[in-house]
Every structure is written in C-alpha cells, then in structure tokens.
C-alpha cells in the first residue's frame, strides 16, 4: 500500500521530465514488473498488460467501466484474451502512473505487487528440486521422500562422525545431528 501511494504522490508532484532527445523519461513505477506491466507510453495513450484480466471478461469490463468514469480519460479497451488494456487520456489532467495505481487499487492488486518478486532462477531451482523430490519419491514406491533422505543422510553422518572420531567430533559430527533436527520441524 505504501509503495502505491508513494508513486502517486509522486505523480501527481512531478511531471515526465523532458530529455534532450525530446523523448520522456517513465517512472520507475511505470517500469516495475508484476501484476501491471507497462507495455508502451506515448503522449496521451498507454498500455498496460493486467494479468489478472486474462481470461476474464468480468474483470476486463470492470476495469473498463470503472476507468472511463475519469473525466481525463477518453476511452479504455480491456482485452481478456490478451490481459492488454490501452487507455487515452488527457495527459495534461492526469498522469499514467496514477492510471496505474488506478487499475492496482481497483483489482486489490496491492499485496501481490507489493510482495517479493522471484527470479527465474529461483523458480527453475525449485521446480529442479520438485522433480528430484517426485523422481526419489516414486523410486522408493512412497517410502522416502527427498527430505527424509536428506534427514537420514544427516543423522547417518552425523553419528558415524561421533563414533570414528571418539567424541573429538566437535562440531562437525555434532553440526549434522543438529541440521537433522531442525530438518524434522519442516516435514
């Protein structure tokens, strides 16, 4: 919530600064990936992919009828297939990061922009552990699981560790057992 009303604030203090090149600069809003993503700006038209009016006529015409009702804006067409929605408005009345917030307050979008982003790596490693997690767990006809191995591996270790090192093990051998125990809250 913070973050939304920080940009429109911020809108609504400053206009786009005019470059040397005559182009506009965009607010770092305007360039923020998530739920609304800015496709293109120009003067007076912009068009923002909304995910959460993909493949919902509701939400598209619910964007569409709440956003006309601005006076600034002319015309608004949201596209359900696409999540596209392209509005023009008088540039002079009202700025795009505020038809941004706008389309964030109207959908409750505000947790999920808010929220930490994860990159593709991230994702791609997870889902590499989840097929590890489903490959040992099939292999095993259910029996174990990638954490139970994990669990078993540490426990194994940790005591082989005490039992050849005779006590001097400290901390390695004491470490493992300690990782295995605190593997058995997350099962």
Do not use: C, Y
Request: no cysteine.
């Amino acid at each position: 919530m913070h973050l939304i009303i920080g940009a429109a604030l911020s809108a609504l203090a400053s206009k786009h600064m005019a470059r040397k090149d005559g182009h506009t600069t965009v607010s770092p809003l305007l360039r923020t990936r998530g739920p609304v993503e800015t496709l293109h700006l120009l003067k007076g038209r912009v068009r923002f992919r909304v995910r959460a009016v993909i493949g919902s006529n509701e939400k598209a015409g619910f964007v569409q009828e709440n956003l006309i009702k601005l006076p600034p804006v002319r015309s608004v067409n949201a596209n359900p297939v696409t999540g596209s929605v392209l509005i023009l408005f008088d540039e002079g009345e009202i700025s795009a990061e505020l038809l941004f917030t706008a389309i964030i307050r109207l959908l409750g979008l505000e947790r999920e922009l808010e929220s930490a982003p994860r990159g593709v790596l991230v994702k791609e490693a997870e889902s590499a552990g989840q097929s590890l997690n489903r490959a040992l767990f099939d292999s095993t006809n259910g029996i174990v699981d990638l954490r139970s191995a994990m669990l078993l591996l540490l426990l194994f270790a940790g005591v082989r560790k005490l039992i050849l090192d005779r006590g001097n093990a400290f901390p390695p051998g004491f470490t493992m057992l300690f990782w295995a125990a605190t593997l058995t809250h997350f099962i």
